[in-house]
C-alpha cells in the first residue's frame, strides 16, 4: 500500500498547524512552523483565500489522517465503523484511531513519533500480550499488555524516548511498567481525554454529504 514518504515538515506547513510528526524537533525552534509559517511551494507566500465550508472540512480530515498516518481508504473505513456505533460518531472515530497499536506504542514512549512506532511494529518489535504483532493498525482491546521485546530495551533511542515521554507525562488511561518494558490500555478513553486538536465534527460532516 501506498504511504507518503516524503519530508513531514512540509505536511504541518500545508496544513498551518504542528503535527509534531518530527518528535523532539517539533518542540524546538528549528519547527519549520516556526520558520515558515507558510504553505509549501511556489505560491505559498500568496496564498491567503478563505477556506469554503467544505475546505475547512477536508483541511480538517487531511488533518486527522496525518497525525495518525492513516491513508484515505483506511480513513474512510475507520468512519464506516464509527458509524455504526451508537454515539457521537467523531469521538468513537478519534477512539478507534487512538486504539492502533503503532498509536499506542507512541503513546506509551516506546518511539519518538507515530511513524517511529510504526516502523518498530512492522520490524517485529512489539508484543501484545506476548505474542509479536506486527501490523500497525491492530486494534488493542482494553486490558491488553503491549511490551517491547528484549533485544530493543537498551536502544538508546528507545532510552531517549521514554526518557521524554516520563518528563511530558502519559496520558491517564494507558499504564506502564518501567522495570518491564509494558504498557497496558486500561479503558477506551473518552474524547476530552484525547489529547489532539481536531474537530472531529467537521470530518463527520464531510462524509455525512
Not at 519547527?31 to 472540512?57: D, F, V
Not at 499506542?104 to 505474542?131: D, E, S, W
Request: charged share 30%; net charge positive.
Amino acid at each position: 500500500m501506498a504511504r507518503y514518504i516524503g519530508p513531514v515538515c512540509r505536511l504541518c506547513r500545508r496544513e498551518g498547524k504542528k503535527l509534531y510528526l518530527k518528535g523532539e524537533r517539533c518542540y524546538t525552534a528549528r519547527c519549520a512552523i516556526e520558520r515558515r509559517s507558510y504553505p509549501p511551494g511556489q505560491h505559498g507566500q500568496a496564498r491567503g483565500r478563505k477556506l469554503s465550508t467544505y475546505g475547512t472540512q477536508l483541511r480538517e480530515k487531511q488533518r486527522a489522517k496525518r497525525i495518525y498516518g492513516v491513508l484515505e481508504r483506511q480513513f474512510r473505513r475507520y468512519f464506516k465503523i464509527a458509524d455504526r456505533y451508537r454515539g457521537a460518531t467523531g469521538a468513537i472515530l478519534m477512539q478507534l484511531l487512538e486504539r492502533r497499536l503503532d498509536n499506542l506504542v507512541y503513546r506509551i514512549g516506546f518511539a519518538p513519533t507515530r511513524r517511529a512506532a510504526r516502523q518498530m511494529v512492522r520490524h517485529g518489535h512489539i508484543l501484545v500480550n506476548g505474542k509479536r504483532v506486527d501490523i500497525p493498525s491492530y486494534s488493542v482491546s482494553p486490558g491488553e499488555e503491549i511490551s517491547l521485546v528484549e533485544k530493543m530495551r537498551k536502544s538508546s533511542a528507545v532510552q531517549e524516548s521514554l526518557e521524554r515521554t516520563e518528563k511530558s507525562g502519559r496520558v491517564a488511561w494507558l499504564e506502564y511498567n518501567a522495570e518491564n518494558f509494558t504498557g497496558k490500555l486500561i479503558t477506551v478513553p473518552e474524547r476530552q481525554d484525547i489529547p489532539v486538536d481536531i474537530q472531529e465534527q467537521l470530518i463527520v460532516e464531510l462524509y455525512s454529504k
